[in-house]
């Protein structure tokens, strides 16, 4: 008895205490994307906001948006923001924020003051997603996307399914991001994003209700950021072959040649299932020299070569093929990073963790060091199944014929 007597004040305190810290829906406005475009001198906020009625499945109206997007400018990023309340009743809230877009001159002007506000901002999430466009970040945040009503959440979910299946972007969080330019080599690299097709905005539910968009969001080049602003872009292809030496691949899928030279059409396809990639820096007459060795597994998805696979033989020179093309795509990697200079690679970290000493001598020069790396590229590829057919379709059509 005397135990419960000690407790019930302390189960009072905490019934009477209620959510001290709670918001109302009716007061804030949700933003679930954010756009940075840099005009005139001033930075331009953009916000995506959630609009409720829009987005309950009692309420839902197909002819309404379920996304309001405005703009704000300042000198400053936090004199952007305060200016929203000239425009809007509720107070901006930031904690349901999914990804940010960064326009393409924002990036060129530097992200150290955006990455400084959400360092200070409490409303702030390091988990939102970063992105570059090409473009205007606005235009971006203003397309509906189909099959799925907040348009940022669209973007989200796009660049999950590419990480898991074609390893050509990763998906960079506003922690990695600072990481990566606080890190040794001051360098990151940033999934692109363009309106594709024709010129037309999908900024209207009506365009919705058509069987095909005239345009489209989609994820497009890679923007490389050294030190916090944008130096470059690389294509698809050299992105790629940037995540495979950066040890990024998750799964990817990876057309071939038949010929042993590269050439001719790349028909046939394996489907990468698991890879690993390791860096080896070795210092030879004051040069770096970087071991590249990759190890993978895959299933054949398409093979359109000769030979019979149901012999070993066959198959260990279908795997060679497979193992040149994905050297090939990672020497493309090489070459654009190297180009703009920007370590994206982590090759400083890597030689920074190995040889702390000597990478003292280099830390300062390194933007000059590491395009006169030399890059040494071995890839091993293991095919885990060729599927039922011991040669193609076509192939075993005529062999059906003859018989």
């Known amino acids: 008895m005397t135990k419960w007597k000690l407790l019930l004040p302390l189960i009072v305190c905490l019934l009477a205490a209620g959510c001290w810290n709670r918001v109302e829906l009716?007061?804030?406005?949700?933003?679930?994307?954010?756009?940075?475009?840099?005009?005139?001198?001033?930075?331009?906020?953009?916000?995506?906001?959630?609009?409720?009625?829009?987005?309950?499945?009692?309420?839902?109206?197909?002819?309404?948006?379920?996304?309001?997007?405005?703009?704000?400018?300042?000198?400053?990023?936090?004199?952007?923001?305060?200016?929203?309340?000239?425009?809007?009743?509720?107070?901006?809230?930031?904690?349901?924020?999914?990804?940010?877009?960064?326009?393409?001159?924002?990036?060129?002007?530097?992200?150290?003051?955006?990455?400084?506000t959400y360092l200070r901002n409490h409303d702030s999430r390091e988990t939102v997603s970063v992105y570059l466009s090409k473009g205007s970040a606005r235009r971006m945040l203003e397309q509906l996307i189909p099959l799925e009503k907040i348009p940022a959440s669209a973007i989200q979910?796009?660049?999950?399914?590419?990480?898991?299946?074609?390893?050509?972007?990763?998906?960079?969080?506003?922690?990695?991001?600072?990481?990566?330019?606080?890190?040794?080599?001051?360098?990151?690299?940033?999934?692109?994003?363009?309106?594709?097709?024709?010129?037309?905005?999908?900024?209207?539910?009506?365009?919705?209700?058509?069987?095909?968009?005239?345009?489209?969001?989609?994820?497009?080049?890679?923007?490389?950021?050294?030190?916090?602003?944008?130096v470059g872009w690389i294509n698809n292809e050299e992105s790629q072959g940037v995540m495979w030496l950066a040890d990024h691949v998750k799964k990817a899928t990876i057309p071939f040649a038949c010929a042993a030279d590269g050439e001719g059409q790349k028909n046939s396809t394996i489907r990468i299932t698991h890879a690993k990639t390791k860096l080896r820096p070795e210092l030879s007459n004051g040069k770096w020299i970087m071991h590249v060795n990759v190890s993978s597994e895959g299933t054949l998805m398409?093979?359109?070569?000769?030979?019979?696979?149901?012999?070993?033989?066959?198959?260990?020179?279908?795997?060679?093929?497979?193992?040149?093309?994905?050297?090939?795509?990672?020497?493309?990697?090489?070459?654009?990073?190297?180009?703009?200079?920007?370590?994206?690679?982590?090759?400083?970290?890597?030689?920074?963790?190995?040889?702390?000493?000597?990478?003292?001598?280099?830390?300062?020069?390194?933007?000059?060091?590491?395009p006169n790396t030399e890059v040494k590229i071995a890839v091993e590829v293991k095919l885990l199944s060729t599927g039922m057919s011991g040669s193609g379709f076509k192939k075993e059509q005529k062999k059906k014929e003859s018989s």
């Open 26 to 116: 009716n007061d804030i406005a949700v933003i679930s994307a954010t756009g940075v475009d840099w005009k005139d001198g001033n930075w331009v906020l953009t916000y995506q906001v959630v609009i409720p009625q829009a987005i309950s499945s009692q309420s839902a109206s197909s002819n309404s948006a379920s996304v309001n997007v405005f703009s704000t400018k300042g000198e400053s990023f936090r004199s952007a923001v305060s200016k929203a309340s000239q425009e809007t009743s509720r107070r901006l809230y930031f904690s349901h924020t999914q990804i940010i877009i960064i326009g393409q001159e924002a990036a060129r002007k530097g992200l150290g003051p955006l990455l400084d």
């Open 157 to 230: 979910r796009m660049i999950t399914n590419e990480e898991l299946n074609s390893s050509i972007f990763r998906q960079m969080t506003v922690h990695q991001v600072m990481m990566d330019l606080l890190g040794t080599t001051h360098a990151t690299g940033l999934p692109g994003l363009v309106v594709a097709g024709t010129t037309e905005s999908m900024d209207t539910v009506g365009k919705l209700s058509r069987t095909n968009t005239p345009s489209k969001v989609r994820l497009y080049d890679l923007g490389l950021i050294a030190g916090d602003k944008l």
């Open 302 to 370: 398409e093979y359109n070569c000769a030979g019979e696979l149901a012999k070993p033989r066959q198959v260990d020179q279908v795997e060679r093929l497979i193992e040149r093309e994905i050297a090939s795509i990672m020497e493309k990697g090489w070459k654009a990073v190297r180009k703009h200079r920007a370590d994206v690679l982590g090759f400083g970290n890597v030689i920074h963790e190995r040889y702390p000493k000597q990478w003292s001598k280099s830390r300062e020069n390194w933007m000059e060091i590491f």
